[in-house]
């Protein structure tokens, strides 16, 4: 199994920066992809951003150049720069991880969730 922890989340006021990090521990064979997505209240959930093995991202059009997503594979981490943020913004944050725990079986793995608020 893989574990995911958050951190970084919290209050900002609009326009302002927040850097979340997402380490991911356990039995990891390989990770194929790590990434976040968030959720907001009566929402449902939807992709933030993800980052693969090959170092491709994909980003939702909402953030798009105002975020930014980066891992650091040797820590098996995942990293979400934030800036310019809005009250749209706001929601319970997740980091998500496919990966291999073994030479044949992958699945996706989700933390447990940071919130980001943003308001003045």
């Known amino acids: 199994q893989v574990q995911l922890v958050e951190s970084g989340g919290g209050l900002v006021q609009p326009g302002g920066s927040l850097r979340l990090s997402c380490a991911a521990s356990g039995t990891i064979f390989r990770i194929i992809a790590m990434g976040w997505y968030r959720q907001a209240p009566g929402k449902q959930r939807e992709l933030v951003a993800t980052l693969n093995s090959g170092h491709s991202t994909n980003y939702a059009d909402s953030v798009k150049g105002r975020f930014t997503i980066s891992r650091d594979n040797a820590k098996n981490m995942v990293f979400l720069q934030m800036n310019s943020l809005n009250p749209e913004d706001a929601a319970v944050y997740y980091c998500?991880?496919?990966?291999?725990?073994?030479?044949?079986?992958?699945?996706?793995?989700w933390g447990q969730g940071t919130q980001v608020t943003v308001s003045s």
């Open positions: 998500n991880a496919r990966a291999y725990s073994d030479p044949l079986n992958w699945n996706d793995y």
